[in-house]
C-alpha cells in the first residue's frame, strides 16, 4: 500500500477498509422517516476515492449492469473535479442519486473491485452518491433549449425506467409525456421506497429536472383504461410509446387467514406509508394500523423496507420470517444491517402457513414451521424442508407479505397485440425493447418481473436510443 | 359515492355522493364551480349478462344511484328491465323520476310503507320471483350496503336465477397494486378493483367481507371528526 500522508492520517479508518458511511443512530432513526444515511462529506469522498487502485482493467465496470465508467468518476473525485465526475455519471445513469442508494453494490460493481479480494471494496455506491449530492447542491444552468423534434413521444408509467428513457428522448430534443396511474409520478420510487432510504426531494429535483428538459407528466391516467394504447397514436398523435409499468401487482401466499384484518401486502402497507404519509395520521387521511407486533414474510428490499417502516410506525416488535436461511437472502446487505441496528429480529428457515385470527377476524398469530436445508431446488439454491413436528404460533397483531410481485396484466389486457409471456411480462425484442407492437417499446420490471432500479434505468436508456434510431431512420 | 351518468359526448360524469367519511365531507363541501383535481376511471369490468332476458336491479342507499346508468343500457340492450329501490322512508328514496325513465318497471320499497310496497327490498324481490311466471327475472343485480346485497343472494340462492353483487371494499389505488380489496369468491381471491366490481352474489364470502369493510371504522371517524372541527379548507 502507499505510504498514508497529509490529511489522510486525521481519518479515522484504515486505509485497508471502506470509508464508513455515516449515519444516524439507530434508536433515533427508527423514530422518524428521515434519511439514515447521512453522506459523505468532501473529506470522507477524497480519502475513499484514493483507495482506488486505478486497475488497468477496471473490473468494477463490468459488474455494473449500465457499465458506468467508474474508476474514471472516481479519478476526477480524487481529482477534486466533481464537475468531471458528476458528468462522466450522469452520461452512463441518469438517476446517480437514487442508485447511489438503492443500487446492491455489493453484489455488483463492489464485488467485482480489486480492493474487495483483500479488503474492503471501493465503496462505489456511497461515491456516486456523494456526486449527484453535489451536482444536485451546484445552482441549476442556463435551461435547455425547448424541445425541436416533430415525433412526440409517450412513456406509461413514471418509474426508473420511464424517467430514464424520458430524459434520454428530451435530451434528443422530443417532446415527452409521461402518463402516471398514481396522483405522483416516481413509481416504486415514489410508493415503495421509503423516504429514510430515498427521501422523496431527491426523486423530486430529478423530476423537477426532467421537467426543465421540457418533459410534460400527467397524473391519474390509467393508460388501458383512461385512454387506450391504441388511441395514443391515433388520437393523441404520439409517434412512440415506452411502456414502463413496472411489476406492481403483489403475490399472495394462499395460506389461511390472508384476508384476516391486520393482513397486507407489502405494497399496500408501504403505499399508504409512502404515497399517502399515513405515518402523519390524523394530519394525514389515509390510516394505517400498526400494532405491536409486527411479522414482515420475505426476505428482499421491500421486506426490509415493509419491517423497518413497522417499527418506525410504533411496533416494539417487529420481525423478518423467511422459509430459507440467511446465505438466500436477496436484501442489499446494508438495509440488513441496518434492520439488525434497529432491532429487527430475522426468523430464518421458518415457513409460515397459516396466520390466525379473533372472533373479530383481527390477526392474532402466524403458525410456522421449522425447516432444514435440503437439496437445492430449480432455481440452485438449497430447498427448504419442513421439519416434522416443529409447527409453532409468532403472536402477532400484524402480518405484511412481502413475497415478490408481477407485472400488472392491465395494458396488455387492454391493449390487443400487445404479446405477454405466460407469468405475464411482456414479450420484447431484446436489442430494442420493441414489443409485439409496432414502435411500442417496453423496460423495466413490465419486461423483467421485479428486479432492480438500474436495470430497468438502463432499459430504458436503451429503448429511448432504439426509438430515435428508428424515428431517425424512418422505420 | 357512486357514478350515476355520464355522457360521453359532452364529457360529463354525474356521481352521487352520500357524505359518511372524510373523502365524502370534502365533496359536500364543495360549491357549485369549484373543482377537484382529477377523477380516474372507469375501472373495473362490466356486468356481463346474454341480453334479451328480464333483469331485475335492486338497490339500497347510494345503490340506486348506481342502478341509473347500468339498467337503462340493459334497457337498450333490449332486456325487460325492473328496479327495486328501499329506503326507511318516502323521502329517503333518492332519484325516484330519473329510475322510472329508464327501466320498464319501478318498484318502490319503504320500511314504513310511506311510499309503495310496505318492506324489504328482498321481500319485493321475492314476490316477483313467486309470483307470476313472467315477473320471475332471468338476471338479478344487488348493488347497495353488504348486508342488502347478502339478503338479495340469500334470496335468490336456491332459485337458480344469475345474481351479481357490486362489491366495493377499501381499497387504495384502483389498478390491483394494493391488494387491499381482495375478496374471496367462491374460494378464490380476487381484486375488486380489477376483477369487479361485479361477483356472482352467491358466490361472494360476505362474513369477509364485511369483516374486512370494517378494518378502519374507529379512524374514520377519528379523520372525519377531526376534519368537521378544523373545517373542510
Known amino acids: 500500500m502507499p505510504a498514508v ?59 455494473c449492469p449500465v457499465r458506468i465508467p467508474i474508476s474514471d468518476f472516481v479519478h476526477a473525485i480524487a481529482a477534486g473535479d466533481l464537475p468531471r465526475a458528476a458528468s462522466i455519471l450522469r452520461t452512463a445513469n441518469p438517476l446517480p442519486a437514487i442508485c447511489g442508494r438503492v443500487c446492491p453494490q455489493e453484489s455488483q460493481c463492489e464485488l467485482k473491485c480489486h480492493m474487495a479480494k483483500r479488503f474492503g471494496p471501493v465503496a462505489v455506491g456511497h461515491l456516486e452518491r456523494f456526486v449527484a449530492d453535489w451536482e444536485r447542491s451546484q445552482p441549476l444552468g442556463e435551461s435547455p433549449p425547448p424541445p425541436w423534434q416533430s415525433a412526440r413521444i409517450a412513456v406509461v408509467g413514471s418509474g426508473p425506467a420511464g424517467l430514464v428513457c424520458a430524459g434520454q428522448l428530451a435530451r434528443q430534443g422530443y417532446p415527452v409525456t409521461v402518463y402516471e396511474a398514481l396522483h405522483a409520478p416516481g413509481g416504486v420510487l415514489r410508493y415503495g421506497i421509503p423516504e429514510f432510504r430515498l427521501p422523496n426531494a431527491i426523486l423530486d429535483w430529478e423530476i423537477d429536472a426532467l421537467k426543465r428538459l421540457g418533459v410534460e407528466f400527467i397524473n391519474n391516467v390509467i393508460i388501458g383504461k383512461t385512454i387506450a394504447l391504441d388511441d395514443l397514436f391515433d388520437r393523441h398523435g404520439f409517434s412512440a410509446v415506452f411502456i414502463g409499468t413496472g411489476a406492481g401487482l403483489p403475490k399472495f401466499l394462499g395460506i389461511p387467514g390472508e384476508n384476516l384484518n391486520g393482513v397486507y401486502s407489502a405494497n399496500e402497507f408501504l403505499t399508504r406509508i409512502n404515497l399517502m404519509q399515513a405515518f402523519q395520521f390524523p394530519e394525514a387521511d389515509t390510516p394505517l394500523k400498526v400494532g405491536k407486533r409486527v411479522a414482515v414474510i420475505g426476505s428482499g428490499n421491500t421486506a426490509m423496507d415493509a419491517v423497518r417502516s413497522a417499527r418506525r410506525m410504533g411496533a416494539e416488535q417487529a420481525l423478518v420470517v423467511y422459509r430459507r436461511s440467511e446465505a438466500e437472502m436477496t436484501a442489499r446487505v446494508e438495509e440488513y444491517h441496518h434492520a439488525i441496528e434497529e432491532g429487527v429480529k430475522f426468523h430464518w428457515l421458518t415457513n409460515p402457513v397459516e396466520v390466525i385470527g379473533d372472533d373479530d377476524g383481527w390477526v392474532t398469530g402466524l403458525k410456522s414451521l421449522r425447516m432444514e436445508l435440503g437439496e437445492p431446488d430449480e432455481s440452485g439454491r438449497a430447498r427448504p424442508v419442513p421439519i416434522e413436528g416443529s409447527e409453532f404460533v409468532f403472536p402477532v397483531d400484524n402480518v405484511v407479505l412481502s413475497i415478490g410481485t408481477t407485472p400488472n396484466p392491465l395494458l396488455a389486457k387492454t391493449t390487443p397485440g400487445l404479446a405477454t409471456h405466460s407469468w405475464g411480462g411482456l414479450v420484447v425484442d431484446e436489442q430494442k425493447g420493441e414489443t409485439s407492437r409496432r414502435r411500442v417499446y417496453a423496460g423495466g420490471d413490465a419486461v423483467t418481473g421485479a428486479a432492480t432500479v438500474i436495470l430497468a434505468a438502463g432499459a430504458g436508456k436503451s429503448a429511448a436510443e432504439a426509438i430515435h434510431q428508428d424515428l431517425s431512420a424512418g422505420l | 359515492m357512486t357514478i350515476t351518468d355520464y355522457d360521453r359526448d359532452r364529457g360529463l360524469v354525474t356521481i352521487v355522493v352520500q357524505e359518511v367519511g372524510v373523502t365524502t365531507r370534502y365533496l359536500g363541501a364543495l360549491d357549485e364551480g369549484d373543482e377537484i383535481l382529477d377523477i380516474v376511471g372507469p375501472l373495473g369490468e362490466a356486468p356481463q349478462f346474454e341480453p334479451g332476458g328480464h333483469v331485475i336491479g335492486v338497490g339500497g342507499g347510494y345503490g340506486a344511484a348506481a342502478l341509473l346508468c347500468l339498467m337503462r343500457e340493459r334497457k337498450q340492450q333490449g332486456d325487460r328491465t325492473t328496479i327495486i329501490v328501499g329506503a326507511r322512508q318516502k323521502d329517503l328514496l333518492i332519484l325516484v323520476d330519473e329510475l322510472r325513465e329508464v327501466c320498464d318497471n319501478l318498484e318502490l320499497c319503504t320500511d314504513d310503507g310511506s311510499t309503495g310496497f310496505k318492506g324489504l327490498v328482498t321481500e319485493r324481490l321475492q314476490q316477483l320471483i313467486d309470483g307470476d311466471q313472467s315477473e320471475r327475472p332471468d338476471y338479478v343485480l344487488a348493488i347497495g350496503p353488504m348486508p342488502m346485497m347478502r339478503a338479495v343472494a340469500d334470496t335468490t340462492r336456491t332459485t337458480g336465477i344469475a345474481t351479481q353483487a357490486s362489491l366495493d371494499p377499501l381499497m387504495i389505488d384502483g389498478t390491483g397494486m394494493c391488494g387491499g380489496c381482495r375478496v374471496t369468491i367462491g374460494g378464490e381471491v380476487k381484486f375488486a378493483c380489477v376483477d369487479g366490481p361485479f361477483f356472482d352474489a352467491h358466490q361472494v364470502d360476505f362474513d369477509e367481507a364485511v369483516q374486512r369493510s370494517k378494518m378502519y371504522v374507529k379512524e374514520e371517524a377519528l379523520a372525519a371528526c377531526r376534519r368537521s372541527e378544523g373545517g373542510m379548507s
Open chain 1, 5 to 63: 500522508r497529509g490529511w489522510y492520517e486525521l481519518m479515522p479508518v484504515k486505509r485497508t477498509d471502506k470509508t464508513p458511511m455515516p449515519q444516524r443512530d439507530a434508536t433515533d432513526r427508527a423514530q422518524d422517516f428521515d434519511e439514515v444515511n447521512e453522506g459523505y462529506c468532501f473529506a470522507h469522498a477524497m480519502f475513499e476515492a484514493e483507495r482506488c487502485l486505478r486497475c488497468q482493467d477496471p473490473v468494477c465496470m463490468e459488474g
